[in-house]
């Protein structure tokens, strides 16, 4: 069976590993043939060259970015959900604050992330708000669609039945949100890493932002990409995360990547 299902996962990347492939060894041809400078556009395998030599000081500043992450990103999740069942409950709380979440989407976060570092100084405190920020809205929006999807006949059953309203949201309602929960969870977390990044850049003593800044401060394109790469990678294991904890929490939805939501 976990053979069949690794078969089935591999045979779906293939196209994007292929497409991937592709890319970088037109990549890798044109730094060769054209002659443009390795400090304006190194080839990818200088790039991995480089993170390989530079493994040390990548995993060094990888660990504070990968940590302010996840637990910004813990925070945005339990927040998304909390107020998910807040506006769910009641809809006078819905009306109020909902233009208030849409807002906050708005702010531009190259204004507020300085405005964070300055409130709450360069510690870790910033980068997990500044994540939250980024992350919770898309969870908030795909759990109130998937609440407001529920079924009404199934609802009247359990009405019937005497169920209370916390037994029909834990029983019907939950239960129909749990796909587009998935779905704006895998939004979100795309956001994450990048977010994170950000909010090194308006101040902090390391983390793959801090990294960048000085690579590129020190013209060196190969160490942003090899960053970038890093980053990249970070997201990838965080997005491939979702679909196993998907497996675990809702089994009956289709796990499949790359096949519906």
Do not use: H
Not at 48 to 71: D, H, K, M, S
Not at 150 to 176: C, I, Q
Not at 232 to 242: K, N
């Amino acid at each position: 069976m976990r053979s069949r299902m690794l078969r089935d996962y591999l045979v779906r990347a293939l196209p994007a590993l292929i497409a991937t492939f592709i890319l970088l060894l037109a990549w890798e041809i044109y730094c060769r043939s054209s002659g443009i400078s390795e400090t304006t556009l190194p080839s990818p395998s200088r790039v991995i060259f480089q993170a390989w030599l530079n493994r040390e000081a990548l995993w060094i500043n990888t660990v504070p970015t990968l940590r302010a992450t996840l637990l910004g990103f813990s925070l945005s999740l339990v927040l998304a959900f909390l107020l998910s069942v807040v506006i769910d409950f009641s809809a006078l709380m819905r009306q109020a604050l909902f233009p208030i979440f849409i807002a906050s989407q708005t702010l531009p976060l190259v204004a507020i992330a300085p405005l964070v570092v300055l409130w709450f100084g360069f510690g870790l405190v910033p980068k997990i708000l500044l994540v939250a920020l980024v992350t919770f809205f898309p969870m908030l929006v795909a759990l109130a669609e998937g609440y407001a999807s529920t079924e009404r006949e199934v609802e009247d059953l359990l009405s019937s039945m005497g169920a209370s309203r916390w037994k029909r949201f834990r029983l019907a309602r939950l239960p129909s949100a749990l796909p587009y929960f998935f779905a704006g969870l895998r939004i979100s977390v795309t956001y994450a890493v990048v977010a994170a990044i950000f909010a090194e850049y308006a101040g902090a003593a390391r983390g793959l932002g801090i990294y960048m800044l000085n690579a590129k401060n020190n013209f060196r394109p190969d160490l942003v990409l090899a960053a970038v790469l890093v980053s990249s990678l970070l997201t990838l294991l965080l997005f491939s995360a979702t679909w196993a904890v998907q497996r675990l929490a809702a089994p009956w939805i289709d796990n499949s990547p790359g096949r519906g939501t």
